[in-house]
């Protein structure tokens, strides 16, 4: 059995976010995180690595640098990394990014046994597409919004959590799953992982490893083939301190009158 | 010449920022209030590798190197001096003169024990008559069959009444003077040890300082640590590492002290600006910023001649009395920025300060540090 991560480098929304004149945003002028979610399947894979013995594999798509997040990973206790990366990927949307997961996760293999857990959304785009539409060009079965994996053989048990309650699912696998910050709390990088980081491996797949794989047209990948068009990108202004009136229903209700009438609101 | 961190040093350091402001930073404060020992978070670090991390894989450990122990010490000290503490004390004091000194059943029975057994370790050099003038122990351990009886007490022994393995220091021969001193790994489960008054200290609340007892105490014989008489030697080369560490903890405070000043100074208005920015201010920011590269910079170079296994002596107390030092003043003049709020325990000034003021007395005051440069300058 092996489980693969997909994991992103993403901008620390803690700093500063820049953006390019072309909309997108300027990631090598900005301080990078390993998306939040991303963190909390690796750590279901690892907890279930640490019951079964089981081989974890993280993957990320994006330029040179990412490794060093794999490199973090791997010093977590992931077995290997995969960085996925060449010029004709960048720019790519959701439905070009999972096209080349998805080929490069069926490059290295999915078994009947193994399992592709991916974070729910990536804390720059928030679009929570990409581990679905990989789940569908693999043919993966996919439970979105785990809180709770438990493995029992082939079956897996996953409670999703939705917006009014729970959901307990039973599914078999190969499947997908999609991993929320209530499923755990990731581990720290131990000294004795980062010994042995770098001397795990890490393959890189760059346009050549890639183009020729079925799940891949080179003409909607990269930022030219990704059928979403960036208009504006921004960082949106802060919002001014709220007013809060104080007093009895009718005195704060004629005030809040007052102050809307003294806008032209009403 | 390199002055950048190793790939491995940048990772740990990361991995050690995290897991101090996640970890360690939020209880603090409490720890020192409470004078509670963070028993959870050393169960953490023993986790992470932490505890013993320069112990060798064979034995436990993750054969890190000196450095990679300082880094660690370094970045917990920054918001709590006191898990520094107690990690410096295990990994340069218990666990190293073990690796250096040890017989081979000697490292396979304690080193494991310091790392996956996550029992903790401490030093028992000092007594009430012998603090710098280490020689004048009077702890005694006369050898009666196939084991040592050891009589007398150790003052000031951190981690004293959380360790169960301890290297102690007695005479096995008073006649000899310093040559009569030998060492021995001490389990506290050994019949005739105890743990004697617990130190009320001005800081360091959250490392466990205590007495600890040898009452007609059965030590084994195979317990003896190097050769008998070897003890003082052992003593004062273990010194040499654990100032490693001493003066990783103390820089870790300076560095601490130094960034919460900062935080506060670019908040904090007065006179119609953010105190940052009056001039006073930014040159005392700029002595500080100094003394730390200095003080790391001492201390890296001490580490990694200890790693490379050359003659530290003299660069391991150079780093220890400057960054020791440089803590004590740092942390006094970042109060002072603070006004009347750096006085009160609603900021971290106050304890940073009281903890910083150790690191000039143990592990060789700063006097010692002196007679232990000069000593080495061919005077």
């Known amino acids: 059995m092996k489980i693969i991560v997909c994991v992103k480098q993403v901008p620390d929304t803690s700093g500063k976010v820049a953006v390019n004149p072309d909309g997108t945003l300027n990631r090598a002028s900005m301080q990078t995180i390993t998306n939040p979610d991303d963190m909390n399947a690796v750590e279901a894979a690892l907890k279930l690595k640490d019951e079964t013995g089981c ?29 996925v990366s060449a010029r004709e990927f960048g720019g790519s949307d959701t439905y070009a990014t999972s096209q080349i997961l998805a080929a490069a996760i069926d490059t290295i293999g999915v078994e009947k046994d193994d399992v592709v857990m991916c974070g729910r959304q990536a804390i720059d785009g928030d679009t929570a597409q990409v581990g679905p539409q990989i789940a569908e060009k693999l043919n993966l079965p996919q439970v979105t919004y785990a809180a709770d994996i438990h493995k029992d053989g082939e079956n897996i048990t996953v409670k999703r959590m939705l917006e009014d309650g729970y959901m307990t699912i039973k599914v078999k696998t190969p499947c997908l799953l999609t991993c929320i910050k209530e499923l755990n709390n990731p581990r720290y990088m131990s000294i004795g992982g980062i010994y042995e980081t770098y001397n795990k491996p890490l393959a890189t797949f760059d346009f050549e490893k890639l183009k020729d794989h079925k799940l891949i047209d080179p003409s909607t990948i990269g930022l030219k083939g990704s059928p979403t068009n960036i208009f504006k990108s921004f960082t949106p202004p802060q919002k001014g301190a709220g007013m809060m009136l104080e007093g009895d229903g009718k005195e704060t209700c004629e005030k809040l009158a007052s102050i809307l009438a003294g806008k032209h609101i009403i | 010449m390199d002055f950048n961190l190793s790939r491995e040093h940048q990772l740990i350091r ?31 670090l023993f986790n992470l590798g932490v505890m013993g991390m320069c112990v ?38 218990c666990c190293d003169p073990i690796l250096t ?3 081979e059943e000697q490292k396979k029975k304690y080193l494991p024990m310091l790392t996956t057994g996550h029992k903790v370790g401490a030093f028992a050099l000092t007594e009430p008559n012998a603090g710098s003038d280490a020689s004048k122990g009077q702890t005694e351990a006369k050898l009666e069959g196939d084991h040592y009886v050891m009589n007398g007490s150790k003052i000031f022994i951190t981690n004293g009444y959380v360790a169960d393995v301890f290297v102690v220091f007695a005479m096995t021969d008073k006649t000899k003077g310093t040559k009569g001193i ?28 205590a007495e600890i007892v040898f009452t007609d105490c059965i030590v084994p014989k195979e317990n003896m640590l190097g050769k008998e008489g070897k003890g003082f030697s052992i003593a004062m080369q273990t010194l040499d590492g654990g100032r490693i560490g001493i003066a990783a903890q103390a820089l870790g405070i300076a560095e601490g002290a130094l960034n919460e000043a900062k935080e506060y100074t670019k908040g904090r208005v007065q006179f119609g600006k953010p105190i940052s920015k009056f001039q006073n201010t930014q040159f005392t920011f700029a002595d500080m910023e100094m003394g730390c590269e200095a003080g790391r910079l001492l201390t890296y170079q001490a580490a990694v001649l200890k790693g490379q296994g050359v003659r530290y002596t003299k660069e391991a107390a150079m780093a220890k009395l400057w960054c020791s030092e440089h803590a004590m003043k740092t942390t006094t ?7 009347g709020y750096g006085y009160t325990k609603d900021y971290p000034m106050e304890r940073m300060m009281r903890d910083a003021k150790i690191t000039e007395i143990y592990e060789g005051t700063s006097e010692v540090q002196r007679i232990v440069i000069s000593a080495n300058m061919g005077l």
């Open chain 2, 333 to 339: 003049k970042a109060l002072q920025m603070f006004g």
């Open chain 1, 55 to 83: 081989k974890v594999t993280v993957v990320t798509m994006g330029p040179p640098p990412a490794a060093s997040m794999l490199r973090e990973l791997m010093a977590m206790g992931a077995d290997e990394g995969v960085l």
């Open chain 2, 14 to 44: 990361k991995m050690m920022a995290e897991f101090t402001e996640n970890e360690v930073k939020p209880i603090a404060a409490e720890t020192d209030l409470n004078s509670e020992y963070p028993r959870e978070n050393i169960e953490k």
């Open chain 2, 101 to 103: 000194h040890g017989t």
């Open chain 2, 182 to 209: 030998s060492a021995f790994i001490v389990e506290s489960g050994f019949p005739g040890f105890s743990v004697g008054k617990h130190e009320v200290k001005m800081g360091l609340h959250g490392s466990p300082t």
């Open chain 2, 56 to 93: 060798p894989k064979e034995y436990g450990g993750t054969g890190a190197d000196p450095l990679a122990s300082a880094i660690c010490i370094e970045e917990l000290s920054k918001q709590c001096a006191s898990t520094g503490d107690i990690v410096a004390t295990h990994n340069g004091l």
